[in-house]
């Protein structure tokens, strides 16, 4: 039966890391299943331990911050407002749902990754330049943040999937050799 856990945890750390690239809390479903396991595991057989639990929960802290810090910190170092953070945080997450879905099309996971990242990137810049705009900058201006809103969003997005893989390998080698 411990058996058959393991694969259920295996299943729910590879969807939480899918989930991730989708702008949703893939890394808070790795560190839930981890403690679930580590919670329900039988003496004898595989487990986690509550230590190892800890480290993916503050890993999965840190990617957060990382990825809020990123799209922020490169929205502000060129002059961008709060309403166009603000835009380009929602921008960003209607993109990724909306990339995941338009890449399901040609390829079904893979283009679902890469269309939900792209597709994200571009709603930051869009939600970006529509919030700068609306506070009464030019086009010019506009861009600038939204560029910013862009590259902060890949950043981050690309530092919190890194993380994802490093809570993915470190969740399963505890599953499977702890």
């Not at 003496?43 to 230590?51: A, L």
């Not at 879905?101 to 990242?117: K, Q, R, Y």
Request: a neutral charge; glycine letters at 16%; one cysteine or more.
């Amino acid at each position: 039966m411990a058996y058959f856990e393991l694969v259920l945890l295996i299943l729910a750390v590879l969807a939480g890391w899918i989930l991730t690239l989708l702008s949703l809390p893939g890394n808070w479903l790795m560190v839930a299943a981890a403690a679930i396991f580590a919670y329900l595991a039988p003496e004898g057989g595989p487990d986690i331990s509550w230590t190892t639990v800890a480290v993916l929960g503050g890993l999965a802290t840190l990617a957060e911050i990382i990825e809020f810090a990123a799209g922020a910190l490169g929205a502000a170092k060129v002059g961008g407002s709060k309403r166009g953070a603000v835009l380009a945080a929602l921008g960003s997450m209607i993109g990724a749902i909306a990339g995941a879905m338009v890449g399901a099309a040609p390829v079904p996971l893979i283009g679902s990754m890469v269309g939900a990242v792209l597709f994200a990137c571009i709603g930051a810049l869009g939600g970006a330049m529509l919030g700068e705009h609306w506070k009464g900058r030019d086009l010019g201006d506009s861009w600038k943040v939204g560029q910013a809103a862009f590259w902060g969003r890949l950043i981050g997005t690309l530092t919190k999937t890194a993380i994802a893989s490093a809570m993915a390998v470190i969740t399963i080698a505890a599953g499977l050799f702890f």
